[in-house]
């Protein structure tokens, strides 16, 4: 792995890019990026492309120059992809992959199969804004860059809590702090605060979950009619899988909101050991051990049923591996 200086050569346009319904740590990724190349190589032509960002992000230095569409004859000699889990998720600029003269995609998604120019995937690390910033020499980073980095870091670890981070993370976030960036507010304002709407739809979703397998499964689903009557959008439900995953004897939440007639976009994340990517990936979707998502089309009733039956499959196999450890436990003692 090189420095990002490498992939620079003989190169003059570059776009960045994300991936669809773009969440902090995509945001932050691409905007880290973009403010590093445009302040250290002012010489480069460089290009943002994500789908519309929520009005949180705002902060973010350049977060008008972000694009949410592109030129007909677009082309560019190298794009930058990241956190993209996988080919079909580009947003925007997806159709542009192919004519580029270089991609290089850095992400943390075990479920993306690459066939990129340069491919980095790290599914041990928390999150792509931590791959990215391997790349990047910690002198030539500005407070704004890190700005946004630490907050990419920050929204995909749940502000530092999941399994997923580890000494490296923190020791990449105190870095970041150094750089004099105000870390509690990015964390307050984009991660905790909430407007109404988004409050009251979170509200609704708790009310209406169900537990299953003895509790070990919470969902809740969003139908299309409740985001129109609380005047919500797919961006105002972000936080509502990690708060049912809060509840206390759960292993896994699955929570469901309506994209459209009979098809629903799926979000999941576990606990402990249930692999959820797993589970997305049968429906053609991916993701993380301990957080995924797919969509899937038919009744909700039928598609939580189908996912069911994935769970069901890997809590057999756990209990199998439970018993079978207590039998050599016993065995040994
Ligand atoms: P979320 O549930 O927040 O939408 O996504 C959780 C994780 O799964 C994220 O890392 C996201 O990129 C990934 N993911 C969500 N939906 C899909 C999907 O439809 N396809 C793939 N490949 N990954 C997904
Ligand atoms: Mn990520």
């Not at 981070?165 to 004099?180: I, N, Q, R």
Request: glycine share 8%.
């Amino acid at each position: 792995m090189e420095k990002i200086a490498a992939y620079l050569e003989e190169v003059k346009k570059i776009a960045i890019a994300g991936h669809v319904n773009p969440d902090g740590d995509c945001i932050g990724s691409c905007m880290g990026m973009y403010l590093y190349l445009t302040e250290n190589y002012p010489e480069l032509d460089v290009d943002v492309f994500l789908e519309e960002p929520k009005e949180v992000f705002s902060f973010l230095k350049d977060f008008d120059k972000i694009r949410t569409g592109h030129e007909e004859n677009a082309s560019y000699d190298l794009m930058i992809l990241l956190d993209i889990s996988s080919r079909d998720r580009v947003g925007v600029v997806g159709d542009l992959i192919d004519s580029a003269g270089k991609v290089l995609c850095l992400d943390h998604h075990r479920t993306n199969e690459g066939a990129y120019t340069w491919f980095y995937n790290d599914p041990e690390a928390s999150s792509t804004a931590e791959v990215v910033y391997r790349f990047l020499d910690p002198e030539k980073i500005s407070e704004k860059c890190a700005e946004a980095l630490y907050m990419g870091i920050a929204h995909d670890t749940g502000i530092f809590q999941y399994q997923n981070c580890s000494p490296e993370t923190m020791c990449v976030a105190a870095e970041l702090m150094k750089k004099g960036i105000p870390h509690s507010w990015i964390i307050d304002r984009t991660y905790y605060q909430k407007t109404y709407e988004e409050n009251q739809i979170l509200g609704r979703a708790l009310i209406e979950s169900f537990l299953f397998f003895g509790g070990k499964v919470i969902v809740s689903v969003v139908r299309e009619r409740t985001m129109k009557f609380f005047g919500v959008t797919p961006k105002d439900m972000d936080g509502i899988v990690s708060q049912l995953r809060n509840t206390i004897g759960v292993e896994v939440a699955v929570f469901l909101y309506e994209t459209d007639w009979l098809e629903y976009k799926v979000s999941m994340r576990s606990k402990d050991y249930v692999d959820v990517s797993r589970v997305a990936a049968v429906f053609g979707g991916g993701g993380h051990a301990r957080a995924a998502g797919c969509t899937i089309q038919g009744m909700h009733r039928d598609v939580i049923n189908a996912i069911a039956k994935e769970l069901d499959l890997q809590f057999r196999e756990h209990d199998e591996a439970v018993k079978r450890q207590e039998k050599n436990d016993e065995e040994d003692g």
